[in-house]
């Protein structure tokens, strides 16, 4: 089930929506341990798995929505400015509905899994020399005067349909979770997560509301230091944005649920990707990984208090926005290069026919000391 129809009483759908789906949202919510050791004594702390999306972000929470209205109120195409996942996303919703997709991107600056996802769904894919946010110039420009709709999160059932999220982990932990990390470009899913949280909230679901801790990368930060960045950089390109279109609701979000917004460090993040591969288990791509960067930021600036006795434990989540598969060139980056075994399997294929009977740990070790690897 979808989330328009698991949470249709909180949307703006009516029976005559057509619905337009592919099954998005119900990602896990994966406990991690390796990283509640690091943040200190007293707190859990949760991975909302947005990777696990149809398309493999969270983006698909708010196209479900938009696509649905689009097509309802007689659209026939959507456009969209993207740094990758929400053209990724828009594509494939736009093939659900057979509606047509126009996507304008950063040339040279978004994955090559979302610009595969883009292309091979069959959206016309406009490249353009300028940054994400000259990009949204030209397709809000574009969506005006022609009979287009507008599918980046500026549409308002993008939020709508993003604030689900906040719904499956309240769900979850049958409470609001204490604080709620994200990472922060347009600013389109922090609006979207305390909207969520809020409306829970006031439909008596929960009680209490996270303090919403959102991460901007240190070369596109605009919203910490409160000045447009006009040549936003950061190897997370997801998050490369200098004038967020939500900045206003970015701001509301931090300052109602007396959270922060505060900036990680390219190292900072890519010190993160690598924990989560590598400790956790779980791979996000770069910009996901902002949240967990600033978790453990804050908690080495001593930012979480340890519970009060009798308190019990606190509860973080942060989300993983998108999954690492997006953007294989930079994990090959990230890592160091495997040693060419080559000429070692060579001879393990020999040595496997000449004794056939042997346990493959057992072969490694004989050609280990015949040619000189390393010990298994
Ligand atoms: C993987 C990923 N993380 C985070 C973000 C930032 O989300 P928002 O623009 O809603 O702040 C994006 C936006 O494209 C994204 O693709």
Redesign the pocket.
Known sequence: MGIIEKYRKYLPVTDDTPVISLEEGNTPLIKADPIAEKIGEGYNVWLKYEGLNPTG?F?DRGMTMAVSKALEEGSRAIACAS????SASAAAYAVRAGMKCVVVIPEGNIAFGKLAQALIHGARVVPIKGNFDDALDIVKELTEKYPVTLVN?LNPFRIEGQKSGAFEICDRLGKAPDYHAL????????TAYWKGYTEYRDDGKIDTLPKMLGFQAAGACPIVTGKRVEKPETLAT??R?GNPASWKQAEKARDSSEGLIDMVTDDEIVGAYKFLASKVGVFA?P??AASVAGIFKKANEGYFPVPAPGQGKKDIVCVL??HGLKDPDRAIKCIENPKLLMPILKRLSELREYDPGKRSDEVYSSCARRYGGPAA
């Open positions: 972000s983006k740094t990758g996942n929400t999160s990472p922060v470009g347009n600013a389109g899913n922090i997801a998050i944005i791509e910009a996901s926005t998108g």
